[in-house]
């Protein structure tokens, strides 16, 4: 039933190494998101999928790559992982259609990822 | 693009009406006005959104008023389950129109009995 979810939930790992999180909507969206959310609860966008191409890329390292296999799935990969990567990764999608009343977005639960 | 300035942090108590203002002078003619409502340990979830005048729905009004360079979000009649924080957002409805999403700092409301 869930509409948006994400794997894992907790991540901690050491620096220098290469993770990934994964999200998946069953609402049936054309676009999805990736968002970081620091200490400060600032919340910010980092990439945006629409029909799996991608269509927002903010000024993120290149260690950040996301992948996204069908319009459903929007997974991100991280290379050489830092300290300053700690932080709440949130998923979200909605429906990118310009027509569309309100384009809410839907958020998933949300990853802390911990980097020692 | 939009910048959004807000309170950082609001105090209620159960029961009282609570309204959030949003600052967002440089608003540009076709952005929108959002709002987000996030618990602890959980995704923000959409409350409401509007162009202009007043928009009411079961959860919360939103007024904005006729030069849109702020807006104020009008919870009834708080509870408890109401403390969270509160997110400010301008922006185009659809990338295809142009324009960005950007989340302000958030108020954090806390509601005490």
């Known amino acids: 039933d869930t509409a948006v979810s994400q794997t894992p939930k907790y991540l901690v790992t050491q620096m220098g190494n290469d993770k990934s999180i994964k999200c998946e909507q069953n609402?049936?969206?054309?676009?999805m998101y990736w968002y970081k959310q620091d200490s400060k609860k600032f919340l910010k966008i980092m990439f945006s999928?629409?029909?799996?191409?991608?269509?927002i890329n903010e000024t993120v390292p290149n260690r950040f790559s996301p992948k996204s296999p069908d319009k459903a799935h929007l997974n991100l990969h991280i290379n050489s992982l830092e300290l300053g990567d700690s932080a709440v990764y949130f998923c979200?999608?909605?429906?990118?259609?310009?027509?569309?009343?309100?384009?809410?977005?839907?958020f998933g639960p949300g990853t802390r990822l911990t980097v020692l | 693009l939009a910048k959004t300035t807000q309170p950082i942090s609001m105090d209620s108590y159960e029961g009282q009406e609570v309204n959030i203002t949003c600052s967002h002078n440089?608003?540009?003619?076709?952005?929108?006005i959002t709002w987000y409502q996030q618990f602890p340990s959980q995704g923000p979830r959409f409350i409401i959104q509007?162009?202009?005048t007043k928009v009411t729905n079961e959860v919360a009004s939103l007024f904005i008023p006729a030069d849109r360079k702020s807006s104020t979000l009008s919870l009834p009649r708080v509870s408890l389950s109401d403390t969270a924080v509160y997110y400010c957002?301008?922006?185009?409805?659809?990338?295809?129109?142009?324009?960005?999403?950007?989340f302000g700092q958030g108020t954090e409301l806390s509601v005490k009995p």
């Open positions: 979200a999608s909605s429906p990118l259609v310009w027509r569309e009343p309100d384009n809410e977005q839907f």
């Open positions: 609402l049936g969206h054309d676009t």
């Open positions: 999928y629409n029909n799996k191409e991608l269509i």
């Open positions: 440089n608003i540009a003619t076709n952005d929108y």
């Open positions: 509007g162009y202009k």
């Open positions: 957002l301008v922006g185009a409805k659809s990338y295809n129109q142009g324009g960005k999403l950007i």
